[in-house]
């Protein structure tokens, strides 16, 4: 067991050399020996199984019942054509299924685990799953365990292991402990760390002893499931929708049975007709549609950096008023270069270097062969090092680390204690103001002076002249012990050295974004750790403020009731000084007065904000395993402006999923009102049972799907955010989805009157002929396919005109559209089809009639948006 072996034999066990790692080689061929490094997954759903999981439905049922009667009564043809409706339905179900698990699937593979390891001497990222036995891992505060490690070194290491153990207090770690007892209980096993654990605080390394299954946690092989199949609440309501809809059809249905009955119609035709109408009438399919716009969305999103981790945040992004962001490396490029330093004496052009050395020695980040890895911020100073001729490497060999308190950014302060010639020195470095108030001595031309009030503000003045030019200011303080001091001893009696300025650039787009923002009525709101000055100065020159006024500071937010807060965060676009805490304060203040919030996060302390706000968002670059753990979504180039984006997407996908479902609903109460009104006025069905199907299965299927991923309205952020408390059909499109049904259903009567009254018949005549009624049926399907097909044009805006949008802008739509049209003209053209059908080819001339008809809904919804144009005076846009 490796708990009880000590540290040097596991490394002769597995060969390797702890500075050096492994080579590539003997990766590849331990790759290939033990397998990728993951967990097995549930076995993916075959596309049998898909197939099989669309039949089961009660509608499907329906539908085969009435194969069967069919078959019994010898309809032989229709009993095809319900089994090839059905047939083919469940394969465009498939498809949809099929293309939407693709979409999640490759959603999850992008947000895939790193970890850190050094092989061949060098410190790199890997993906965890190319972890082997063997490697060595390189821990740090909020990262997950990648496999099952045998520590090597720990500092102030604590790891959460309720994953395994369900103990939700962190453990502490202790690389050097040693377990005799091979039965000691796995959250006793301090010199090990566990896959899918968590590093809470601290630093450590170890040795990869075990991986994929073969890991603690692949024995009790639960698999993290991510809830992202989860319905978002606009599923859910449409789920509601769809079964309220569906009882009146089911009413609707067995009313026109009874009436239809009373009126002594042939029964196997009603019956067919009122089963076909159920098909039709029931909006089942609507959950499955809006799932597959969703998928379709996320993957659009996925290719503008913006990775959704559970659906429903697409439709919250939608209506997000207030981003909040961290500055440091989302409104900023995160590239520092210190480009100055103070102390309190001048030292004219001798570099500042034991300022330095504190600087380098306090440091995990590592710069080597022109690559670096860790913290930006301490990148920066490592190089400043190098500039300086001060190597991290040799420096570290000389004053070797023995102890440490790592960075947390509510101290904003990081120390380590490095051996020196006669004992020890403590190196901090941190927020200037954090280091003063830990201080008592500062070094004046050399000497160790008493840190007096002068120079105290002295110090300070310096740094605030830093600050307003948007410099980062980070200070460093040393003292000497003889004795091996525990963390909670070293930030105190201190010595202050001095400070440097590091300018990070604001990212250039930004500014664009705050703007585009602005317009689609989202404040920008900076929350950041670093200085109020600092902070500003970086703000106002991106348009997030105008004056320091807007400020606020976490020490006055301390000073503010809840209710106090509340009120007065409506002017502030700057948050400085902030920890963490202060974030799901910020948070729920601007809930508490009805904005929906997104907030940025990527620290270890970041998940209760994250969790807290509407939309919680994490840096995919720079952000620890717990706050993408804790986040809905996470930005791959970790810039503002992608959050911008994806609420450009998220408002465009909304409104996609309301053309598509509304569409869908004028088409299904179209042919309602076309069977209703015939069986009330005692008029023939004008449309028998295989024709409801065809159009409601097939032809409509296909511009529904290309409505919902419409590219979108080029002003969707000219508009303000969606209320998320709004209903899914305000601003009158219940009305006109109700209109469009009507108008599809009515015209569909019109054009089979027209055929009857061409052959000399009326609605109400007695005996109309065999000839006339195929006849008269053809013109009603056709009008009834044609104009849903071209309605659908018409819903891609609520009030442009379909040339303000552009006739051709969604060449799918189009596709969709000549598909259907070509379908329609083939099931009645074609010989075999027609017969099937039991229709007829039309005449030129009712060619030019039902199309005509056809284009009624499509011009009528045209002429409203033209009168809602007018009465909002933008007709000329
Ligand atoms: P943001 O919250 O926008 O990302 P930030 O990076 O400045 O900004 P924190 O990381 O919380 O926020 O840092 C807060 C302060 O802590 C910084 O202003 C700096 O003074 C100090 N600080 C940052 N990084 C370190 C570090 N590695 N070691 C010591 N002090 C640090």
Same mark, same amino acid.
């Given at each position: 067991?490796?708990?009880?072996?000590?540290?040097?034999?596991?490394?002769?066990?597995?060969?390797?050399?702890?500075?050096?790692?492994?080579?590539?080689?003997?990766?590849?061929?331990?790759?290939?020996?033990?397998?990728?490094?993951?967990?097995?997954?549930?076995?993916?759903?075959?596309?049998?199984?898909?197939?099989?999981?669309?039949?089961?439905?009660?509608?499907?049922?329906?539908?085969?019942?009435?194969?069967?009667?069919?078959?019994?009564?010898?309809?032989?043809?229709?009993?095809?054509?319900?089994?090839?409706?059905?047939?083919?339905?469940?394969?465009?179900?498939?498809?949809?299924?099929?293309?939407?698990?693709?979409?999640?699937?490759?959603?999850?593979?992008?947000?895939?685990?790193?970890?850190?390891?050094?092989?061949?001497?060098?410190?790199?990222?890997?993906?965890?799953?190319?972890?082997?036995?063997?490697?060595?891992?390189?821990?740090?505060?909020?990262?997950?365990?990648?496999?099952?490690?045998?520590?090597?070194?720990?500092?102030?290491?604590?790891?959460?292991?309720?994953?395994?153990?369900?103990?939700?207090?962190?453990?502490?770690?202790?690389?050097?402990?040693?377990?005799?007892?091979?039965?000691?209980?796995?959250?006793?096993?301090?010199?090990?760390?566990?896959?899918?654990?968590?590093?809470?605080?601290?630093?450590?390394?170890?040795?990869?002893?075990?991986?994929?299954?073969?890991?603690?946690?692949?024995?009790?092989?639960?698999?993290?499931?991510?809830?992202?199949?989860?319905?978002?609440?606009?599923?859910?309501?449409?789920?509601?929708?769809?079964?309220?809809?569906?009882?009146?059809?089911?009413?609707?249905?067995?009313?026109?049975?009874?009436?239809?009955?009373?009126?002594?119609?042939?029964?196997?035709?009603?019956?067919?007709?009122?089963?076909?109408?159920?098909?039709?009438?029931?909006?089942?399919?609507?959950?499955?549609?809006?799932?597959?716009?969703?998928?379709?969305?996320?993957?659009?999103?996925?290719?503008?950096?913006?990775?959704?981790?559970?659906?429903?945040?697409?439709?919250?992004?939608?209506?997000?008023?207030?981003?909040?962001?961290?500055?440091?490396?989302?409104?900023?490029?995160?590239?520092?270069?210190?480009?100055?330093?103070?102390?309190?004496?001048?030292?004219?052009?001798?570099?500042?270097?034991?300022?330095?050395?504190?600087?380098?020695?306090?440091?995990?980040?590592?710069?080597?062969?022109?690559?670096?890895?860790?913290?930006?911020?301490?990148?920066?100073?490592?190089?400043?090092?190098?500039?300086?001729?001060?190597?991290?490497?040799?420096?570290?060999?000389?004053?070797?680390?023995?102890?440490?308190?790592?960075?947390?950014?509510?101290?904003?302060?990081?120390?380590?204690?490095?051996?020196?010639?006669?004992?020890?020195?403590?190196?901090?470095?941190?927020?200037?103001?954090?280091?003063?108030?830990?201080?008592?001595?500062?070094?004046?031309?050399?000497?160790?002076?008493?840190?007096?009030?002068?120079?105290?503000?002295?110090?300070?003045?310096?740094?605030?002249?830093?600050?307003?030019?948007?410099?980062?200011?980070?200070?460093?303080?040393?003292?000497?012990?003889?004795?091996?001091?525990?963390?909670?001893?070293?930030?105190?009696?201190?010595?202050?050295?001095?400070?440097?300025?590091?300018?990070?650039?604001?990212?250039? !787009?930004? +500014?664009?974004? #705050?703007?585009? %923002?602005?317009? =689609?009525?989202?404040?920008? $709101?900076?929350? &950041? *750790? /670093?200085?109020?000055?600092?902070?500003?100065?970086?703000?106002?020159?991106?348009?997030?403020?105008?004056?320091?006024?807007?400020?606020?500071?976490?020490?006055?937010?301390?000073?503010?009731?809840?209710?106090?807060?509340?009120?007065?965060?409506?002017?502030?676009?700057?948050?400085?000084?902030?920890?963490? !805490?202060? +974030?799901?304060? #910020?948070?729920? %203040?601007?809930? =508490?007065?009805?904005?929906? $919030?997104?907030? &940025? *996060? /990527?620290?270890?302390?970041?998940?209760?904000?994250?969790?807290?706000?509407?939309?919680?968002?994490?840096?995919?670059?720079?952000?620890?395993?717990?706050?993408?753990?804790?986040?809905?979504?996470?930005?791959?180039?970790?810039?503002?402006?992608?959050?911008?984006?994806?609420?450009?997407?998220?408002?465009?996908?909304?409104?996609?999923?309301?053309?598509?479902?509304?569409?869908?609903?004028?088409?299904?109460?179209?042919?309602?009102?076309?069977?209703?009104?015939?069986?009330?006025?005692?008029?023939?069905?004008?449309?028998?049972?295989?024709?409801?199907?065809?159009?409601?299965?097939?032809?409509?299927?296909?511009?529904?799907?290309?409505?919902?991923?419409?590219?979108?309205?080029?002003?969707?952020?000219?508009?303000?955010?969606?209320?998320?408390?709004?209903?899914?059909?305000?601003?009158?499109?219940?009305?006109?989805?109700?209109?469009?049904?009507?108008?599809?259903?009515?015209?569909?009567?019109?054009?089979?009157?027209?055929?009857?009254?061409?052959?000399?018949?009326?609605?109400?005549?007695?005996?109309?002929?065999?000839?006339?009624?195929?006849?008269?049926?053809?013109?009603?399907?056709?009008?009834?396919?044609?104009?849903?097909?071209?309605?659908?044009?018409?819903?891609?805006?609520?009030?442009?005109?379909?040339?303000?949008?552009?006739?051709?802008?969604?060449?799918?739509?189009?596709?969709?559209?000549?598909?259907?049209?070509?379908?329609?003209?083939?099931?009645?053209?074609?010989?075999?089809?027609?017969?099937?059908?039991?229709?007829?080819?039309?005449?030129?001339?009712?060619?030019?009639?039902?199309?005509?008809?056809?284009?009624?809904?499509?011009?009528?919804?045209?002429?409203?948006?033209?009168?809602?144009?007018?009465?909002?005076?933008?007709?000329?846009?």
């Amino acid at each position: 067991m490796w708990h009880s072996k000590s540290q040097e034999e596991v490394l002769k066990e597995l060969q390797i050399d702890p500075a050096v790692g492994l080579s590539e080689e003997e990766v590849r061929a331990r790759l290939e020996q033990h397998g990728p490094n993951k967990l097995k997954g549930k076995p993916k759903k075959s596309m049998i199984a898909l197939f099989l999981a669309q039949l089961k439905d009660m509608l499907i049922y329906v539908l085969l019942g009435a194969a069967v009667v069919t078959l019994i009564v010898g309809e032989y043809v229709d009993a095809i054509i319900i089994l090839a409706v059905v047939l083919l339905n469940a394969l465009i179900g498939v498809f949809q299924e099929h293309k939407a698990e693709k979409a999640i699937e490759a959603l999850q593979q992008m947000t895939t685990p790193k970890s850190l390891v050094r092989r061949q001497g060098e410190v790199k990222e890997i993906n965890s799953e190319d972890i082997v036995p063997g490697d060595i891992v390189i821990l740090d505060a909020g990262r997950y365990i990648p496999a099952d490690l045998r520590l090597l070194e720990s500092a102030n290491l604590q790891i959460e292991e309720s994953a395994l153990t369900g103990e939700s207090v962190p453990s502490d770690k202790d690389a050097d402990s040693l377990h005799e007892d091979p039965k000691t209980p796995i959250g006793d096993m301090s010199n090990m760390a566990f896959m899918s654990t968590l590093v809470t605080y601290g630093r450590g390394e170890g040795i990869a002893v075990a991986t994929g299954m073969n890991t603690e946690m692949g024995k009790i092989a639960t698999i993290l499931d991510e809830d992202i199949h989860d319905l978002t609440p606009l599923q859910k309501k449409l789920e509601e929708l769809g079964k309220t809809l569906g009882f009146i059809a089911i009413g609707i249905c067995v009313l026109i049975f009874v009436i239809g009955l009373i009126q002594k119609r042939d029964i196997f035709e009603l019956f067919l007709t009122a089963i076909s109408l159920a098909v039709a009438a029931i909006p089942e399919g609507l959950p499955a549609i809006v799932a597959i716009v969703l998928a379709l969305g996320v993957t659009r999103m996925s290719r503008i950096n913006a990775i959704v981790k559970k659906l429903p945040a697409v439709e919250t992004l939608g209506s997000v008023n207030i981003i909040c962001s961290d500055k440091t490396g989302t409104l900023t490029q995160n590239k520092m270069t210190v480009v100055k330093y103070y102390t309190a004496t001048p030292l004219g052009d001798e570099p500042p270097v034991e300022l330095i050395k504190s600087f380098v020695l306090c440091s995990d980040a590592t710069h080597e062969n022109g690559e670096s890895t860790g913290d930006p911020t301490e990148v920066a100073l490592v190089i400043y090092g190098e500039q300086n001729n001060i190597m991290k490497k040799s420096l570290e060999a000389e004053y070797k680390r023995v102890s440490e308190k790592p960075f947390d950014s509510d101290r904003k302060l990081m120390s380590t204690l490095n051996k020196t010639r006669t004992g020890y020195r403590v190196h901090t470095k941190g927020a200037i103001d954090q280091l003063l108030n830990i201080s008592t001595s500062a070094i004046v031309g050399g000497e160790v002076v008493p840190l007096t009030k002068e120079l105290k503000q002295q110090y300070l003045k310096a740094a605030e002249g830093m600050s307003d030019d948007a410099l980062r200011v980070l200070g460093a303080a040393f003292k000497d012990t003889e004795q091996l001091l525990s963390p909670d001893e070293m930030e105190q009696d201190l010595t202050i050295l001095g400070f440097v300025g590091m300018i990070d650039p604001p990212r250039l !787009e930004v +500014k664009d974004s #705050i703007r585009e %923002a602005k317009s =689609a009525g989202i404040t920008a $709101v900076m929350i &950041t *750790g /670093d200085h109020r000055n600092t902070a500003v100065a970086i703000a106002k020159e991106l348009g997030i403020a105008d004056s320091i006024g807007q400020s606020m500071t976490g020490a006055e937010i301390d000073e503010l009731s809840d209710e106090v807060f509340a009120q007065k965060i409506k002017n502030i676009r700057v948050f400085a000084r902030v920890s963490p !805490e202060h +974030k799901v304060k #910020i948070v729920k %203040a601007y809930k =508490a007065q009805g904005n929906t $919030v997104s907030m &940025t *996060g /990527d620290g270890v302390n970041d998940a209760p904000s994250l969790k807290n706000a509407d939309i919680g968002v994490a840096m995919g670059i720079t952000g620890t395993d717990v706050s993408k753990g804790a986040s809905d979504m996470i930005l791959t180039d970790d810039n503002f402006t992608t959050i911008v984006h994806a609420i450009r997407e998220g408002r465009n996908i909304y409104s996609n999923i309301r053309k598509t479902v509304t569409f869908l609903l004028s088409c299904n109460f179209g042919e309602v009102v076309a069977i209703l009104a015939s069986i009330l006025f005692f008029w023939p069905l004008p449309l028998l049972a295989t024709q409801i199907l065809w159009v409601n299965l097939v032809t409509d299927t296909l511009p529904a799907i290309a409505l919902g991923v419409d590219p979108g309205e080029k002003d969707v952020m000219k508009r303000k955010p969606r209320d998320p408390k709004e209903s899914f059909f305000a601003g009158g499109a219940a009305f006109r989805a109700i209109l469009g049904g009507v108008l599809i259903g009515s015209l569909t009567l019109v054009a089979f009157y027209l055929g009857l009254r061409e052959h000399g018949f009326s609605l109400n005549s007695a005996n109309i002929s065999e000839e006339a009624m195929t006849y008269a049926r053809t013109m009603a399907f056709v009008v009834l396919a044609a104009s849903q097909l071209f309605y659908s044009f018409s819903k891609r805006s609520d009030t442009k005109s379909i040339f303000q949008v552009g006739l051709f802008s969604n060449k799918l739509l189009v596709g969709a559209v000549i598909a259907g049209l070509v379908l329609q003209f083939a099931s009645i053209s074609i010989p075999f089809l027609a017969a099937a059908f039991k229709v007829h080819n039309l005449s030129l001339v009712d060619w030019g009639v039902v199309i005509g008809l056809a284009l009624i809904p499509l011009i009528i919804n045209e002429v409203i948006k033209m009168f809602i144009r007018m009465g909002r005076g933008t007709l000329i846009r």
